[in-house]
Nanobody
Framework: QVQLVESGGGLVQAGGSLRLSCTAS????????AGWFRQAPGKEREFVAA????????YYAHSVKGRFTISRDNAKNTVYLQMNSLKPEDTAVYYC?????????????????WGQGTQVTVSS
């Protein structure tokens, strides 16, 4: 069993930055690929970014590519999402998720464990 706790959300003006963290407890974090998803009010949850278990490969949704960076520190059992040049349309609850495996994963139903989410609000 893995427990995930996200932090770092908040209110920021358009053009600003936030860094989200997701810290895992339980089994060895380094066996898990990780991903970030988000859900805006009235919308389906959508993929944002993913990273392989060793951190060597990343993948991004088109809407965030070039603005967001996913990274991880396995020694700290933590995955990060650095969000720059934020836009009002980035407003959502952001979730991290992990899955044991050797690749990165973009589908919600591929992930085994989820955090509770952290709210990000970008004002115009």
């Amino acid at each position: 069993q893995v427990q995930l706790v996200e932090s770092g959300g908040g209110l920021v003006q358009a053009g600003g930055s936030l860094r989200l963290s997701c810290t895992a407890s339980g089994r060895t974090f380094s066996i898990y690929a990780a991903g970030w998803f988000r859900q805006a009010p009235g919308k389906e949850r959508e993929f944002v970014a993913a990273i392989t278990k060793g951190g060597m490969t990343t993948y991004y949704a088109h809407s965030v590519k070039g603005r967001f960076t996913i990274s991880r520190d396995n020694a700290k059992n933590t995955v990060y999402l650095q969000m720059n040049s934020l836009k009002p349309e980035d407003t959502a609850v952001y979730y991290c998720a992990v899955k044991s495996g050797n690749y990165y994963y973009v589908l919600e139903n591929e992930y085994d464990y989820w955090g509770q989410g952290t709210q990000v609000t970008v004002s115009s």
